[in-house]
């Protein structure tokens, strides 16, 4: 089945900096990338998303790139603020596309 | 912006009863998710139902574990005999597509004692 792999843990930034986030994927048919935000007490809320017929795609301070070759993607946040202080996650669809499977999360703290 | 209700935000209950919670998806959405989230660690898939039948379901939702669709608003997810390891956050999610644009709800704590 899918496994997705995502590094860094734990991420700390000062205000103002971009934060890059990675994870990998196991599955070449994977053609679904979201990524989530988790605030304390909070359920995962998408922040954004890419299909595998684009290599990026941006939202204001948000990006997400995608490597098919590679077979990894990652999340960037430009000019980070406080309020972007979340565990992050980033999920593939399981092979049936059923599902979708979670990485680890990377905890993201921004300190103005 | 349409959301994803779920009750109780908090139940705490004795090793070896039983427990259902319950979940209100979007409206228009089709497919529905039951996820669970152990203190401090990741997102776990439970399982997926679609057309009142389970598509995909994971080695941790086992026996004790059942869903429901009881009528055209509500989705359960009921827990047979809870153990001390059930505790965890549980979030029912749904979406419009049955891959892509997941929405979660805001959990409900489970706590075993």
């Known amino acids: 089945g899918e496994n997705v792999e995502q590094h860094p843990s734990t991420l700390s930034v000062q205000e103002g900096d971009s934060a890059v986030i990675k994870c990998t994927y196991s599955d070449s048919a994977s053609n679904y990338f979201p990524w989530y935000k988790q605030e304390l007490g909070k359920g995962p809320q998408l922040i954004i998303d890419?299909?595998?017929?684009?290599g990026e795609k941006k939202d204001q301070r948000i990006a997400v790139t995608l490597n098919k070759t590679a077979k990894h993607f990652s999340l960037h946040i430009t000019e980070t603020q406080p309020e972007d202080s979340a565990v992050y996650f980033c999920?593939?669809?399981?092979?049936?596309?059923?599902?979708?499977?979670f990485g680890k999360g990377t905890t993201l703290s921004v300190s103005s | 912006e349409p959301e994803v209700t779920q009750t109780p935000s908090h139940q705490v209950t004795q090793m070896g009863q039983e427990v259902i919670l319950r979940c209100v998806p979007i409206?228009?959405?089709?497919?529905f998710y039951w996820y669970r989230q152990i203190l401090g660690q990741k997102v776990e898939f439970l399982v997926s139902?679609?057309?009142?039948?389970?598509?995909?379901k994971s080695e941790i939702f086992d026996d004790q574990f059942s869903v429901e669709r009881p009528d055209g608003s509500n989705f359960t997810l009921k827990i047979r005999s809870t153990k001390l390891e059930d505790s965890a956050m549980y979030f029912c999610a749904s979406s419009e597509s049955m891959n892509y644009g997941y929405t979660f709800g805001s959990g409900t704590r489970l706590t075993v004692v």
């Open positions: 409206s228009n959405h089709l497919y």
């Open positions: 139902f679609y057309n009142n039948e389970i598509s995909e």
């Open positions: 999920a593939g669809l399981n092979q049936a596309g059923t599902a979708l499977i």
């Open positions: 890419i299909r595998s017929n684009v």
